[in-house]
């Protein structure tokens, strides 16, 4: 067991207790894929603006910020106090409310493809709604995803591009006779699919899989919205995490796009759980009663959810959705996101690590342990601008740094990280220097990069 490891374990000792009770009660002892860790989790106690406390009192910048729907960070005293009195007059009507009015105005304000909204319970519904709508209103079946964009977890997203094993366990394998998972980045591909005219909905994360991991090129993407504009697809951007985060309106706005529908969820609910899809009134008409029963018993697609618009969900978003539109939030984020990237990458220079990271908005990653370098070769250059992708971090170094960066009060989201605009000049000084630690203590464990 390297040093590295024994200090987690010694730092952690509630976590780890905590952990081997989750583990009789949950498959792998966790509730989320991506909060299962070796040897085990941290589990946290508090957090307020960008920083949390776990269990054993360790303090952490922390970088995920509730699986990024945080961009005002934790404890944004407007929200809390507003969802406190809204606590007061009951949890769940049952019926409709005027929060959810105001919720759904700021949306159609704020997102450009928004003429009409349909709020839903978390963005896996939202993205499992959106589909449904383009086949009912396009009368074809077939969808088109990119490989390794995520979209939720239900069956008509997941499987793999590798034709030797397309599909998910659990999913029927008929599923996938009208999914079409495709290469990003090559137009080619996605026009000589979309020509047959037979694909309902092309849908895609505008960043790139995993928030721009693996950038998505801008071209490809209003090209993308050209091809499906030609052949009738309906174009479906998940914005699920880009949402009121990359621009008020969202990556759709920044990069002058034109979807058909957007998919929200996140930010869009202030931090509590909610999402929706958002679009062309013409699409979204398919949920509408008539007085035509034939429509209603045939036509009309059906949907329900408990906590649809939930008032305290409704109350949380339309709080933090008014912030961010009248307000400097995503550019104090973004300008964060840049100043960490500036400095680490400087730090990568002076201790000869081989690695960059970047930036796309307030969403950040690492490229880490790897030589291919072209998308960075200046150090003023935040973005990553080659059209090879990324390798991300060697897969040997992934747990020694994520153990020795927890050891030094930082938490990755993945292996980068959201900033939010409550983290502050100081929670950015206090990253660079826990990285230069964990630099330090992986090599003195051995490890070479």
Same mark, same amino acid.
């Given at each position: 067991?390297?040093?590295?490891?024994?200090?987690y374990?010694?730092?952690?000792?509630n976590?780890?207790?905590?952990?081997?009770?989750?583990?009789?009660?949950?498959?792998?002892?966790?509730?989320?894929?991506?909060?299962?860790?070796r040897?085990?989790?941290?589990?946290?106690?508090?957090?307020?603006?960008g920083k949390k406390?776990?269990?054993?009192?360790n303090?952490?910048?922390?970088?995920?910020?509730?699986?990024?729907?945080l961009?005002?960070?934790?404890n944004?005293?407007?929200?809390?106090?507003?969802?406190?009195?809204?606590?007061?007059s009951?949890?769940?009507?049952?019926?409709?409310?005027?929060?959810?009015?105001?919720?759904a105005?700021?949306?159609?304000d704020?997102?450009?493809?928004?003429?009409?909204?349909r709020?839903?319970?978390?963005?896996?519904e939202?993205?499992m709604?959106?589909?449904?709508?383009?086949?009912?209103?396009?009368?074809?079946?077939g969808?088109?995803?990119?490989?390794?964009?995520?979209?939720?977890?239900?069956d008509?997203?997941v499987?793999?591009?590798?034709?030797?094993?397309i599909?998910s366990?659990?999913?029927?394998?008929g599923?996938?006779?009208?999914?079409?998972?495709?290469?990003?980045n090559n137009i080619?591909?996605?026009a000589?699919?979309?020509?047959?005219?037979d694909?309902?909905?092309?849908?895609?994360?505008?960043t790139?899989?995993?928030?721009?991991a693996?950038p998505?090129?801008?071209?490809?993407l209003?090209?993308?919205?050209?091809?499906?504009?030609?052949?009738?697809?309906?174009?479906?951007?998940?914005?699920?995490i880009t949402?009121?985060?990359?621009? *008020?309106?969202?990556? %759709?706005?920044? @990069? +002058?796009?034109? $979807?058909?529908?957007? !998919?929200?969820?996140? /930010?869009?609910?202030?931090?509590?759980p909610?999402?929706?899809?958002?679009?062309?009134?013409e699409?979204l008409?398919?949920?509408?009663f008539?007085?035509?029963?034939d429509?209603?018993?045939?036509? *009309?697609?059906?949907h %329900?959810?408990? @906590? +649809?618009?939930? $008032?305290?969900?409704? !109350?949380?978003?339309t /709080?933090?959705?008014?912030?961010?539109?009248?307000?400097?939030d995503?550019?104090?984020?973004?300008?964060l996101?840049?100043?960490?990237?500036?400095?680490?990458n400087?730090?990568?220079?002076?201790? *000869?690590?081989?690695?960059?990271?970047?930036?796309?908005?307030?969403?950040?990653?690492?490229?880490?342990?790897?030589?291919?370098q072209?998308?960075?070769?200046?150090?003023?250059?935040?973005?990553?601008?080659?059209k090879?992708p990324?390798?991300?971090?060697?897969?040997?170094?992934t747990?020694?740094?994520?153990?020795?960066l927890?050891?030094h009060?930082?938490d990755?989201?993945g292996?980068?990280?959201?900033?939010?605009?409550a983290h502050?000049?100081?929670?950015?000084?206090?990253?660079?220097?826990?990285?230069e630690?964990?630099?330090?203590?992986?090599?003195?464990?051995?490890?070479?990069?």
């Amino acid at each position: 067991m390297s040093k590295i490891e024994k200090k987690y374990i010694a730092m952690h000792p509630n976590s780890q207790s905590l952990f081997q009770s989750g583990q009789q009660i949950f498959p792998s002892g966790v509730t989320h894929d991506i909060r299962a860790f070796r040897p085990f989790p941290i589990y946290v106690e508090k957090a307020d603006k960008g920083k949390k406390w776990d269990v054993d009192n360790n303090e952490l910048i922390d970088y995920i910020g509730g699986h990024g729907s945080l961009l005002l960070g934790h404890n944004r005293h407007e929200i809390t106090t507003g969802v406190q009195e809204a606590l007061t007059s009951g949890t769940h009507f049952g019926s409709s409310h005027s929060k959810e009015i105001e919720w759904a105005n700021l949306v159609i304000d704020m997102v450009p493809c928004a003429d009409n909204v349909r709020f839903t319970s978390s963005g896996t519904e939202a993205t499992m709604m959106a589909i449904r709508l383009a086949r009912a209103h396009t009368n074809r079946e077939g969808v088109v995803k990119l490989s390794d964009h995520f979209h939720g977890w239900h069956d008509l997203v997941v499987g793999k591009e590798d034709a030797a094993q397309i599909y998910s366990p659990g999913v029927p394998k008929g599923y996938y006779d009208a999914l079409t998972i495709l290469q990003p980045n090559n137009i080619d591909l996605l026009a000589d699919r979309l020509k047959k005219k037979d694909v309902a909905a092309l849908i895609l994360e505008p960043t790139g899989s995993h928030w721009g991991a693996h950038p998505l090129d801008i071209e490809y993407l209003r090209k993308a919205n050209e091809l499906t504009k030609e052949t009738g697809t309906i174009f479906i951007m998940d914005e699920v995490i880009t949402g009121f985060r990359m621009s *008020k309106g969202g990556a %759709q706005e920044l @990069y +002058n796009l034109q $979807p058909d529908l957007s !998919t929200h969820a996140k /930010i869009l609910a202030g931090g509590l759980p909610g999402g929706c899809v958002a679009g062309k009134k013409e699409i979204l008409q398919q949920i509408e009663f008539s007085d035509d029963s034939d429509w209603n018993d045939v036509k *009309k697609i059906a949907h %329900q959810g408990t @906590y +649809n618009a939930n $008032p305290i969900s409704a !109350t949380a978003g339309t /709080i933090a959705l008014e912030i961010i539109r009248t307000g400097d939030d995503i550019e104090r984020a973004d300008n964060l996101s840049n100043q960490l990237i500036l400095s680490l990458n400087q730090l990568f220079k002076d201790n *000869k690590v081989r690695g960059r990271a970047w930036t796309v908005s307030s969403m950040w990653h690492l490229n880490f342990g790897y030589d291919n370098q072209k998308g960075l070769n200046e150090l003023e250059q935040t973005h990553w601008i080659d059209k090879s992708p990324p390798e991300g971090v060697r897969p040997d170094l992934t747990l020694p740094l994520k153990w020795s960066l927890f050891n030094h009060g930082v938490d990755l989201f993945g292996t980068g990280g959201v900033l939010s605009s409550a983290h502050t000049d100081q929670d950015i000084d206090k990253t660079i220097a826990a990285f230069e630690k964990a630099i330090i203590d992986m090599r003195a464990d051995g490890l070479s990069f």
